[in-house]
């Protein structure tokens, strides 16, 4: 299949459908060696960080890659199980559950899988796998239901890179966001209604999406639009009024201004407001 290695490729291959499901990545194991390769490949995507790379590579290698990983460690530790991340573990049982769903409907022929991102599974390895299965015709659908430049685009420019070594590349439908697909909407709106059934409603229903910097919205990113639309879409399908859900950003990093209302911000807030 690729330009140098051995051949696997064989012209009586059967032509087949593939829907690769990606996600962001997460480390091998909660150890700070494996979480400084993993910040090492996410934190260095120029999608990721938008600043001038002898800048940041100075700052990345200099200061954070000594002192993040073995804080990120701890913390990954509390969440690992004896499957892995919860990230790995979810995101490979909706791969199975949708090519099991696929095969009840007659569509057995599609071959189902998931990479990610950063780490591994890894894009190319997937990709390749797939090839190797008689895949002419994929389909991508990054997890990401808003689009950002940091997480689709950066899904987008890995499946471009992976395809730059191929002989035969394949007919492609990349999904780059379905922030306001209705089934989404109804999907997640439903997972609410259960909660709630089971542990009853709160004062306040918060959306918390993950920040991106301001000064990328500023320069085109869809990002925040599109997550309001989202957290809009599922409040009304609710029946909640404006001043029964709030719409935050969390996970920040470094200095500059990210999105806002920042979400443990607003959660001291609460309170006060005798939510």
């Given at each position: ?242 001043d029964e859900y709030v719409t935050t950003f969390q996970s920040r990093f470094g200095r500059e201004e990210w999105l806002k209302p920042y979400t443990d911000a607003t959660l001291k807030a609460f309170p006060a407001q005798g939510v």
């Amino acid at each position: 299949m690729k330009y140098n290695g051995s051949p696997t490729f064989t012209h009586q291959q059967e032509d087949r459908i593939g829907v690769l499901i990606t996600n962001l990545g997460t480390p091998d194991a909660p150890t700070p060696k494996a979480l400084h390769l993993c910040l090492k490949e996410f934190l260095w995507d120029p999608r990721v960080v938008e600043v001038p790379r002898l800048i940041w590579w100075l700052a990345l290698n200099g200061v954070i890659l000594r002192i993040r990983p073995r804080r990120s460690a701890k913390a990954y530790a509390t969440v690992f199980t004896d499957e892995g991340s919860p990230l790995l573990f979810h995101t490979r049982n909706q791969s199975k559950a949708l090519q099991a769903l696929l095969a009840e409907q007659g569509q057995g022929n599609v071959v189902v899988d998931f990479a990610m991102r950063y780490g591994n599974p890894s894009i190319p390895s997937v990709l390749e796998s797939m090839f190797n299965k008689g895949v002419r015709k994929l389909l991508v659908l990054p997890l990401y239901p808003q689009y950002s430049g940091s997480t689709a685009a950066s899904t987008f420019d890995a499946i471009a890179k992976d395809f730059t070594t191929r002989r035969w590349i394949p007919d492609l439908r990349f999904v780059s966001h379905y922030h306001d697909y209705t089934p989404f909407i109804d999907a997640a709106a439903r997972r609410i209604e259960e909660h709630w059934q089971t542990h009853g409603r709160a004062d306040k229903l918060m959306f918390s999406f993950h920040g991106i910097p301001m000064r990328y919205l500023h320069n085109g990113d869809p990002y925040h639009c599109e997550c309001h639309k989202s957290a809009r879409l599922i409040a009304e399908k609710l029946g909640l009024g404006k001043d029964e859900y709030v719409t935050t950003f969390q996970s920040r990093f470094g200095r500059e201004e990210w999105l806002k209302p920042y979400t443990d911000a607003t959660l001291k807030a609460f309170p006060a407001q005798g939510v």
